[in-house]
């Protein structure tokens, strides 16, 4: 049985397929059309469906869309609309703020309308018909056939329940308690569920316009960032600040009993002057508004979470929505909260919905509680075979050589202080380059992470993420072997599937401190409160990645990379080959590994050696 999950109602649209209970691709649309988290939250662009990804995922399975049994689409119009479609209609102002409606595509309130919820409710009510009608032509061939009369049946899932079950349903566990925090779904902002088997029971939820995913992106809009895409930039900033404000985001937040909580409406210009204009300087205020609210922020969801741990009695906590990617908050509820265990599904944003919205149908419809599927890695995206890439490769005319031995070979250039791409195996899902669509560079010396920064074109208080080998990981960081993808579990209780549960952060979801005796031994990836967001990897996991660690570690006695995502400031990470030749090309990489091949700018040892770099391809390199 197939089901094609679907996410489009927000941001990050994305498709996952799932053949009875096992995930068989998922991908976000981004990466196809290269539109940064695929197009912007607004309601009148909700009829835009992820073709491309979809178009992946059938492609993928070797199947047409006409094969497909069930479809799901992470939100449920149908509550906020009454039950009762067919007999209402649609009004929409030409002019809203004339008659004094506010334009925001949050709906994050009951004291005003947003004049064009009817247009985005009724854009995904349609989205069967997108689907079917709306392909773009070069994509056609998946499509065809298919009609509103011969889909499979089409099933609308509650936004959070979808968040919910993308968290529970791939993780090791088969019963834990489920948070999901985001912006926004249909009406709820933070809702709480017991899990169990595969099965999902709401316990409760906080209902708009009370919502901590939206209070941040506030704060993220106030600083100057792009609201709903750079909340990241603010977790950062945090760490160069201090706790100054946090009695004034305090008096925000009004906790309440069982899970319950209500925000007050900020005005952060009333409190601390004009908003940031986007580039200024950045300074002291700003370092300390961000510290405060991510302080605040925690302090919050450490409260909601000893809720749940009492209301449930469960010890493993899985969480979901936007506000999970916040590494630094996932690292003190590890710390410092009641859960024996902590897993977090690597794309817990919106694209995670797709995967949640058809694993949990799956499981209804096979009415079985018995799991096929386990997250160990998130190489669920497109694959390229050396032969693809190689006749890309001869057909671009681009000079490169074929590596005997890419691990060995490709850790020499690193040890050397070069930087590459590196390309390889299947496209991550969710925002984290993993391994497969990264820039790799060593962790030393601590300027490296500004070479990286400007490499990328990004802010200079940004830091960069280590890479290391598993076995080595408790060897540079503290706490690391707690952390199981959150902590390591006690794999003898009931709660726990399978012993893999009790592998180290794969996913790059939480913060460990450096080990200080080994901090100037990777000082670039080293941040400024002595923490670093570490990715640990084995053999199983990534076969290269693993094989270029140990070279790495045999040639320089450190077993640690930097990691961060193949792309440029702007740009989604890279999917393709084409799309990794022309971001190598058009930043100052010093080389790209592709598979078994290696391009390589002039100027390097390497590119003096090889012998694939001919003189009629030179000025491609100038």
């Not at 995930?23 to 909700?46: D, N, Q």
């Not at 992106?217 to 609201?227: A, P, S």
């Amino acid at each position: 049985m197939y089901t094609l999950g679907i996410n489009a109602a927000f941001h990050d649209p994305a498709a996952a397929l799932v053949c009875d209970g096992v995930v068989l691709a998922a991908a976000e649309e981004e990466r196809f059309t290269h539109i940064k988290h695929g197009k912007r939250p607004v309601p009148f662009s909700t009829w835009e469906l992820p073709y491309h990804a979809i178009d992946f995922c059938l492609r993928k399975a070797g199947i047409q869309l006409t094969d497909v049994d069930h479809i799901t689409y992470s939100f449920d119009p149908m509550p906020l609309l009454g039950g009762q479609p067919d007999t209402l209609t649609v009004q929409i102002p030409f002019r809203p703020e004339a008659i004094g409606q506010r334009i925001n595509p949050d709906h994050a309130g009951d004291n005003w309308q947003n004049p064009y919820e009817g247009l985005f409710l009724a854009s995904i009510l349609n989205a069967p018909g997108h689907l079917v009608d709306g392909v773009p032509l070069h994509l056609a061939k998946r499509f065809r056939g298919a009609s509103l009369s011969t889909l499979g049946p089409w099933h609308f899932v509650n936004h959070h329940l979808a968040h919910a079950a993308s968290a529970f349903l791939p993780s090791p566990y088969t019963k834990a308690a489920v948070l999901v925090i985001d912006g926004r779904g249909e009406t709820a902002t933070t809702s709480y569920w017991l899990g169990e088997g595969n099965r999902l029971d709401l316990i409760g939820d906080v209902k708009l316009p009370h919502s901590l995913g939206l209070l941040y992106e506030d704060m993220t809009d106030y600083l100057g960032f792009l609201r709903s895409s750079d909340e990241y930039k603010v977790m950062a900033l945090a760490s160069f600040g201090q706790p100054r404000y946090t009695d004034y985001f305090r008096n925000l937040i009004h906790l309440g009993p069982d899970g319950q909580y209500t925000i007050n409406k900020p005005d952060f210009v009333a409190q601390f002057g004009p908003a940031r204009d986007k580039g200024s300087d950045l300074g002291s205020l700003h370092f300390d508004i961000a510290h405060s609210l991510q302080q605040v922020l925690e302090e919050t969801v450490l409260h909601l979470i000893e809720w749940l741990h009492q209301r449930t009695g469960a010890d493993t906590l899985c969480l979901a929505g936007g506000v999970a990617l916040n590494c630094v908050m996932n690292a003190r509820l590890r710390d410092e909260g009641p859960f024996r265990n902590i897993w977090i599904q690597p794309a817990a944003g919106d694209a995670g919905t797709a995967l949640g919205a058809a694993l949990h149908i799956d499981a209804q419809r096979r009415q079985t509680d018995t799991r096929a599927y386990q997250m160990e890695h998130v190489y669920l995206g497109p694959a390229y075979a050396d032969a693809d890439i190689e006749r890309f490769l001869q057909w671009s005319k681009l000079p490169y050589r074929r590596l005997d031995n890419v691990a060995d070979e490709v850790a020499d250039y690193l040890a050397d202080g070069h930087i590459i791409g590196w390309f390889q195996q299947g496209m991550e899902f969710g925002p984290r380059a993993l391994g497969a669509r990264s820039i790799l560079a060593p962790p030393f010396p601590a300027q490296m992470q500004a070479r990286l920064n400007d490499l990328k074109d990004r802010e200079d208080f940004r830091p960069v993420a280590p890479v290391v080998l598993e076995e080595a990981a408790d060897r540079y960081f503290l706490n690391v072997r707690r952390s199981a993808n959150g902590t390591a579990p006690d794999i003898s209780t009931s709660d726990v599937d399978t012993p893999e549960a009790s592998t180290p952060n794969t996913f790059m979801l939480f913060v460990n401190e450096v080990h200080p005796e080994r901090r100037d031994d990777i000082p670039a990836v080293t941040h400024t409160d002595g923490t670093a967001r570490i990715q640990t990897v084995n053999a199983r996991q990534n076969p290269p990645y693993y094989a270029l660690l140990k070279a790495f570690e045999r040639k320089t006695g450190v077993p640690v990379l930097i990691n961060t995502s193949f792309n440029t400031r702007g740009e989604p990470v890279v999917c393709s080959p084409r799309d990794a030749i022309e971001s190598f090309w058009t930043s100052p990489l010093d080389a790209l590994v592709i598979g078994s091949f290696m391009l390589i700018k002039t100027g390097g040892a390497f590119a003096r050696q090889s012998e694939a770099v001919s003189k009629e391809f030179m000025p491609l390199y100038e």
